[in-house]
């Protein structure tokens, strides 16, 4: 696998016709953010003939816009005048830090404390649901725009990382209620099968029966998807998800597909076949981006391909608030407006699709709809999932926004609130910070 990033990414560029203002602004903006291709995604996924407008393109390639005019400009300031690295990289983190890196409590709300210290490499999400962080697996065969952990992939920024599964045995055993281990990054599929070995054969051991679903959130079979085909060990890793198949363990791929072109060569095919073949089910979400996939027919076509393919239509995820949230993100009302209508196209089978989700520091919460009620038009919210399990299922309404692109751009009405506010105070901030404040609402 050839990667490409920083200058040869620029130089990749260059080869294939891209004008030098652009590349101007793709060592800008890559100097604040990752990015990071590969050799299948510049060959098989990019039509460079329609670049910069191509929608893989848009996905894992550099725009001004993806960062704030003025933060842009700062930065092109600094290069334009041959300022050295340091200088560079104390400004290029300043402007990280005003980018919210850790959306959604990454770091601070869901850190789970195991004999009194706090274990940064695992979060307790929700009750049932542990997300594993192995060191081994923190970057990706390539990086989305839209990653909403990109900090994980920036040297300066606090990382998320187990550097091994001891720790999450010991807090597993001390969880009985946790019944779903989510390998995540970056992407575990990066690691090789006997490290990943490593990490999963403990969850099959005597005294964690507990733990009856093993996920693994991956955009392997979009950006790699040799891993279950060609690779060396591509082999033992289709035996190890086997393994745990057989122990009775539901084995989730939790893949990222986030455009119907990655769903369309013949390796991807062949790799998607040969997980299913193991009894490992492969379910598919990804966000709602602007220049990628926002238009209804883009989301049918791939659910369409997905269900052909064998794989299950999950969520379609609202941009999360952060990094690149300038460039990509969608108002709520057209991510509404795109999901109904994409719904609509498909059969039944290819409605399994959850969406318009927005993944929040609270849980995630879903746009049921837009009704009007005594004559106001309406967001009807649903809590999908919550870090208070008793809220899971509890329906608010905000007031319908056309500019609103987030859970904090809305304002509660007709006398409800989010789900475990103390009062229904006049916006859904101050509600947000409420919550935060309820210890029995951070699980430990």
């Known amino acids: 696998m050839k990667i490409y990033s920083g200058e040869r990414l620029a130089e ?31 060959q098989e996924l990019i039509d460079w003939s329609a670049a910069p407008d191509d929608p893989i393109f848009r996905l894992t390639f550099p725009h001004r816009d993806m960062l704030p005019p003025e933060l842009f400009a700062g930065i092109a300031e600094l290069h334009d005048a041959g ?94 209620e946790v019944t779903d281990v989510l390998f995540t990054g970056g992407d575990p599929m990066i690691m090789r099968t006997a490290v990943l070995r490593r990490w999963v054969d403990p969850l099959l051991a005597p005294g964690l029966e507990h733990i009856r679903t093993l ?4 955009k392997a079979l979009s950006y790699w998807p040799a891993r279950f085909t060609d690779d060396a060990d591509a082999d033992d890793l289709l035996r190890l998800l086997e393994q745990c198949v057989a122990t009775g363990r539901h084995v989730a791929v939790m893949a990222h597909f986030s455009h119907e072109r ?40 791939m659910w369409q391909q997905l269900v052909e393919s064998g794989v299950v239509p999950y969520y379609m995820f609202v941009e999360r608030d952060t990094g690149a949230r300038n460039y990509f993100e969608v108002p709520l009302t057209k991510a509404l407006d795109i999901y109904t209508e994409a719904i609509k196209k498909v059969s039944g089978v290819a409605r399994t699709a959850r969406g318009p989700v927005m993944s929040t520091r609270i849980g995630k919460i879903l746009i049921d709809g837009a009704p009007t009620i005594m004559g106001m038009k309406v967001f009807a919210l649903r809590m999908l999932q919550s870090r208070d ?33 103390a009062s229904n105070t006049p916006t859904v901030v101050s509600n947000i910070q409420r919550i935060d404040a309820q210890p029995d609402l951070t699980i430990r």
């Open 389 to 421: 399990p008793n809220q899971v299922g509890e329906q608010f309404f905000a007031r319908y926004d056309p500019a609103a692109h987030w859970l904090d751009d809305l304002e509660p009405v007709l006398g409800t609130a989010v789900p475990g506010s």
């Open 83 to 176: 300022s050295s690295r340091d200088e560079l990289s104390k400004a290029a983190a300043e402007v990280r830090h005003r980018l919210n890196p850790h959306p959604g409590g990454q770091i601070d709300a869901n850190i789970p404390m195991l004999d009194g210290q706090p274990v940064l490499g695992l979060q307790h999400k929700y009750r049932e649901t542990v997300l594993v962080f192995p060191s081994q697996g923190q970057t990706c065969h390539s990086y989305c725009g839209y990653c909403f952990r990109w900090a994980q992939f920036v040297s300066t920024e606090t990382r998320q990382a187990l550097s091994a599964p001891d720790t999450m045995v010991a807090y597993l055993r001390q969880h009985p």
């Open 215 to 218: 996920r693994f959130g991956t």
């Open 12 to 42: 990749l560029a260059r080869r294939h016709g891209l004008p030098d203002d652009y590349l101007r602004d793709l060592r800008v903006v890559s100097s604040v953010l990752p990015f990071r291709v590969n050799d299948y995604v510049a």
């Open 262 to 301: 990655e769903l369309q060569t013949a390796t991807v095919r062949r790799a998607i076949a040969r997980v299913r073949a193991t009894g490992a089910v492969i379910r598919a979400q990804a966000p709602l981006i602007a220049h990628v996939n926002d238009t209804a027919e883009a989301w049918a076509d």
